[in-house]
């Protein structure tokens, strides 16, 4: 079964750059999530949109955006990259916004 | 806001053998649902087990199943005939039942570790 699909898979840039992170969701899937997992902890939720409008919004820093496109993939925009954005992100999908979210395999992002 | 907790941090089963992870959570909402998600080394998150707040009916998937104290706002996982493969660290999570608030809340996490 396809599942979802994140790119890069990694990521390493340096601090005050920006960086894309790119999520494909399951195919018939128009809900997208994204979390953030630092080292050694629970991921924490950031943003999430459905039917390309934002749904919610948790944890995310001015400094980071995203958007879904009409193909329903998204994309997490990070600029003035700082140290402790080095985390695993997570996209996860679902169909609507009641039913179970499966995740991909996440972008690990490294800020030096 | 609503909190999960998982109090035990590390976890360990004889292979074959039966474990139960803990969660406890909390909430003001009635309509809720409740996952297990496992991690492996991999990192990648793999959903385990569902259980909506409205069934009184424990979930059960295979070897997997749960115990769901609504009243106590209890949570538990139990592994049955645990195998290798069922090494990872586990994540309890809470979602509301409201269309506008589908974000996950994940505890902290067990580490199960399986000995052969």
């Known amino acids: 079964a396809a599942g979802v699909i994140q790119s890069p898979r990694h990521l390493i840039k340096e601090k005050r750059e920006t960086a894309t992170l790119k999520c494909y969701p399951i195919p018939r899937h128009d809900t997208v999530y994204w979390y953030q997992q630092g080292p050694g902890q629970d991921p924490q939720f950031l943003i999430s949109?459905?039917?390309?409008?934002?749904?919610d919004k948790g944890s995310i820093p001015d400094r980071f955006s995203a958007q879904q496109f009409s193909d329903y993939h998204s994309e997490l925009n990070m600029s003035s990259l700082e140290l402790g954005d080095s985390a695993l992100y997570f996209c996860?999908?679902?169909?609507?916004?009641?039913?179970?979210?499966?995740f991909g395999p996440g972008t690990r992002l490294t800020v030096t | 806001a609503q909190t999960v907790t998982q109090s035990q941090p590390e976890m360990s089963v004889q292979e074959a053998e039966t474990v139960t992870l803990s969660c406890t959570y909390d909430?003001?909402?009635?309509?809720?649902?409740l996952f297990w998600y496992k991690q492996p080394p991999s990192r990648q998150m793999i959903l385990v087990i569902r259980?909506?707040?409205?069934?009184?009916q424990n979930a059960t998937e295979n070897r997997f199943s749960v115990n769901f104290q609504k009243a106590a706002k209890s949570f538990s996982l139990k592994i049955s005939d645990s195998q290798l493969g069922d090494a990872a660290m586990y994540f309890c999570?809470?979602?509301?039942?409201?269309?506008?608030?589908?974000?996950?809340?994940f505890g902290e996490g067990t580490q199960l570790t399986v000995n052969p």
């Open positions: 996860a999908s679902s169909i609507g916004t009641r039913y179970e979210q499966y």
């Open positions: 949109f459905y039917e390309k409008m934002q749904s």
């Open positions: 909430t003001s909402e009635s309509d809720y649902y």
């Open positions: 999570a809470y979602r509301s039942g409201r269309t506008s608030g589908s974000r996950l809340t």
């Open positions: 259980q909506e707040a409205y069934k009184q």
